[in-house]
């Protein structure tokens, strides 16, 4: 992405800041998996989107206003013996030349300079509670001057959550941004079709999941956006079901919410498929009726609908969809006032996606449900699960676990389905199937 989108991002934030401000936001950590092993780095969304640095041991610091440039950024000098065991660093001229930083100084020295920028500034913006660590280090340097004020030393007064600035900005997406979650979504639906034609009875859960991680990193997604759930039969009740380690059955379906992560832009995909390659009637009437209520979301994001419409119109279908299978009983508007419909869907039907899976951004303005605007990107995600020990309900459907989940942009007059390149008509994914076998 090119640094002038950052340089956009924040001059945006902070005129909304204003002066006599100052922000403060630090890196991620790295993390340690087992003994002197550490997970990939991943920076924090937040950092990255409005640096674009992707180094550990970093701090930025925006000020409006300041004479002496606005976009200070600390991170770690430049050193030799490092660059040769974990590769290039930017140190203080890179982050100047390549991050386009105002002033960069070496993180070793904040506590040193940083407390220096704090003074006669009104309002800090940060992000509390997240870094613990690095809570304690601001506030030990506000606590600082504050013992200096008989000097003259004019202390901030107020602490602004960042988040609450930031996370609207991050809501709206741009084109630079529109391109990246394109690209994660292309990648990860040639992924599930991957996985739909290499999948066949006895393969393991983990087996299916290679398929996946292969497509993702052959187009680019170095890493998945999340943790890959491949569950088959009763596994598929489970939401958040990540071991797959299991064996596919014939007869059973198989449930993949699998997605890449381009750029550092999430896809969350969804597909349920039968491990033979034929949905049994029982699982094609459940498939079905998911995959209207979908449609029937998807029909709810357009611009001046609120962000509770496609939820609304998904149970409804759904709803009345288990009231004609004899899953439920009564009538359909008093049945969901009760909210029956919840033994059986028991999650909302989307969610903001982004940087994060689960992205940020308020889903009420006020007491109001927000109201979606071009450039909001959404998943839509009905499912039905239905567990072996439901009772009251007919053996039938027991053990079929069913979600059909896309990632849906909001454009000018509409949408945009991002992830369309999924199969997910149950004659289209059984034809895929048959094809994959064949081959």
């Given at each position: 992405m090119d640094k002038k989108e950052f340089q956009r991002r924040r001059t945006q934030l902070m005129a909304m800041m204003g002066t006599g401000s100052i922000a403060i936001l630090p890196a991620a950590h790295m993390r340690v998996r087992n003994r002197d092993v550490e997970y990939p780095y991943r920076q924090d969304s937040d950092f990255f989107y409005l640096t674009g640095f992707a180094e550990p041991e970093a701090v930025m610091v925006l000020i409006p206003g300041r004479d002496h440039g606005e976009y200070i950024l600390f991170c770690r000098e430049r050193d030799k013996q490092n660059e040769i065991w974990n590769g290039p660093m930017a140190g203080q001229d890179g982050a100047?030349?390549?991050?386009?930083?105002d002033d960069s100084f070496p993180i070793t020295d904040i506590d040193d300079i940083l407390p220096g920028l704090l003074e006669n500034r009104e309002k800090v913006y940060c992000i509390m509670g997240r870094d613990k660590e690095f809570d304690t280090r601001l506030i030990t340097w506000i606590n600082g001057l504050r013992e200096q004020v008989r000097s003259g030393i004019h202390t901030p007064g107020e602490f602004v959550a960042l988040d609450h600035l930031l996370h609207d900005m991050r809501l709206y997406k741009s084109a630079a941004e529109v391109k990246n979650m394109r690209h994660a979504a292309q990648v990860s639906a040639k992924a599930h079709v991957r996985a739909m034609q290499a999948c066949k009875p006895?393969?393991?859960?983990?087996?299916l999941e290679g398929e996946l991680l292969y497509e993702?990193?052959?187009?680019?997604?170095r890493h998945p956006?999340?943790?890959t759930i491949v569950g088959g039969g009763e596994n598929g009740c489970i939401l958040h079901y990540i071991e797959n380690n299991a064996?596919?059955?014939d007869g059973d379906l198989v449930l993949i919410d699998a997605g890449g992560e381009y750029g550092y832009y999430a896809a969350d995909i969804t597909r349920t498929f039968p491990v033979n390659g034929k949905y049994s009637p029982e699982q094609r009437a459940l498939y079905d009726l998911v995959l209207k209520s979908q449609y029937a979301a998807i029909e709810q994001v357009k611009p001046g609908n609120h962000w509770n419409q496609p939820h609304e119109a998904a149970v409804e279908v759904m709803t009345a969809g288990m009231i004609e299978l004899g899953i439920l009983n009564g009538d359909l508007t008093q049945l969901m006032e009760e909210e029956a419909y919840k033994r059986f869907y028991m999650h909302r039907t989307g969610h903001w996606l982004?940087?994060?899976?689960?992205?940020v951004g308020e889903y009420k303005v006020g007491e109001a449900w927000r109201v979606l605007e071009p450039g909001m990107v959404l998943t839509v995600e009905p499912g039905i699960y239905i567990p072996s020990d439901s009772d009251g309900i007919d053996a039938k459907w027991w053990g079929i676990g069913i979600r059909i989940e896309d990632d849906v942009l909001v454009t000018r007059d509409g949408h945009e389905v991002m992830s369309r390149d999924v199969p997910k008509e149950a004659d289209e994914i059984e034809a895929i199937m048959a094809h994959g076998n064949a081959a």
């Open positions: 100047v030349e390549a991050y386009a930083a006895g393969m393991k859960e983990y087996q993702f990193v052959h187009g680019g997604c956006a999340y943790s064996a596919l059955k982004g940087m994060d899976v689960h992205d």
